[in-house]
């Protein structure tokens, strides 16, 4: 199961918050990677955050794959993701059976 997730560093994580935080993340980061989970990752340009599309089996995986040291200082944003071949098929049979 396919999901897309985001995360943002909350506001109030600031100058030497910001740097005990990267201090923390950046292993934690690398256990992510590492994980076998991930299937692509990078930084968001436009804010302080990072998506990641990660293949895992259930949900409830994003709390381990993660960690209290993404969840704690991260608002955290996951939506699973379709194919677009199932996206397709289903829209092909939605027209097939005239919806």
């Known amino acids: 199961m396919l999901f897309h997730v985001t995360i943002e560093a909350y506001s109030d994580v600031v100058l030497d918050a910001d740097k005990r935080l990267r201090e923390i993340l950046s292993p934690q980061l690398q256990k992510v990677m590492d994980s076998g989970k991930v299937r692509e990752a990078g930084l968001l340009s436009s804010k302080r955050g990072a998506f990641f599309l990660l293949d895992i089996d259930a949900p409830e995986e994003l709390y381990e794959v993660f960690g209290p040291e993404v ?11 379709t194919s677009m071949e199932t996206a397709g098929e289903m829209f092909r049979q939605w027209a097939e059976a005239g919806r």
Request: glycine share 10%; charged share 10%; net charge negative.
């Open 71 to 81: 969840y704690g200082s991260f608002a955290v944003d996951a939506q699973p993701v």
